[in-house]
């Protein structure tokens, strides 16, 4: 069974404070790495598909890496509105076609002055 | 936001009542997905639907049922509302089968 882990559960930076969050998982096959970020009270917004070891994915302060077994997205020089929990996936394909997603429980990140 | 509403954004209801929440696109999109969203839980996935009038069962969707009859409709329905289903609810579509993009989410309390 797919499964993933997010550390940290919470974690508060000063703003400059460049940092990294932990996505590690257990797949029988990647399909595809996905990171979004969730806003309170908003639905997830998508960030960056990751599919293979060593590809790497950049927007603005966050840049994406994966690795066979764990993803990590760094964010550098943060900024206040960066807080957010920042959500990992995993992809499976299901009959008929679609995806569906394992989603990890979350980073949340506070950026402070 | 990929031009997905959720309607209601919140509703308050009775345990054993019938509840019926939907998602609407306006992108022509072939696949939907209802997820809930729940403390120290991932997004988990209730039902999906690749094309009108196919659908099929996700992670977790004893108690609930959907129905496609309209490319940008999908509805969920919790056929006898329980506390347990107290959640929050959020639709999803698929571009190009792979990334999704989520709706804004239903806030249902089962009282």
């Known amino acids: 069974e797919d499964q993933v882990t997010q550390s940290p559960e919470a974690l508060r930076l000063q703003e400059g404070e460049s940092s990294s969050l932990n996505c590690s998982y257990t797949?029988?096959?990647?399909?595809?790495l996905f990171w979004y970020r969730q806003d309170p009270g908003k639905g997830p917004e998508f960030l960056f598909t990751?599919?293979?070891a060593g590809e790497e994915k950049e927007k603005e302060r966050l840049k994406a890496t994966l690795t066979k077994k764990e993803s990590f997205l760094h964010i550098t020089a943060p900024k206040p509105e960066d807080s957010a929990t920042y959500l990992c996936?995993?992809?499976?394909?299901?009959?008929?076609?679609?995806?569906?997603?394992?989603f990890g429980t979350g980073t949340q990140l506070k950026v402070e002055l | 936001d990929a031009g997905i509403t959720q309607s209601p954004r919140h509703k308050v209801t009775e345990t054993g009542t019938p509840v019926t929440l939907r998602c609407h696109q306006t992108?022509?999109?072939?696949?939907m997905y209802w997820y809930r969203q729940d403390p120290g839980h991932g997004l988990r996935l209730i039902h999906y639907?690749?094309?009108?009038?196919?659908?099929d069962k996700g992670e977790v969707s004893d108690g609930y049922s959907v129905s496609r009859s309209k490319t940008e409709d999908f509805l969920l329905t919790l056929e006898s509302a329980t506390s347990s289903q107290t959640s929050v609810y959020f639709c999803?579509?698929?571009?190009?089968?792979?990334?999704?993009?989520f709706g804004p989410g239903t806030r249902l309390t089962v009282t």
């Open positions: 996936a995993v992809r499976l394909i299901l009959t008929g076609g679609g995806n569906k997603l394992t």
């Open positions: 990751l599919y293979s």
């Open positions: 999803a579509i698929s571009v190009g089968s792979v990334e999704q993009y």
């Open positions: 639907s690749y094309g009108v009038k196919d659908t």
């Open positions: 992108e022509n999109h072939r696949y």
């Open positions: 797949v029988s096959g990647l399909r595809g």
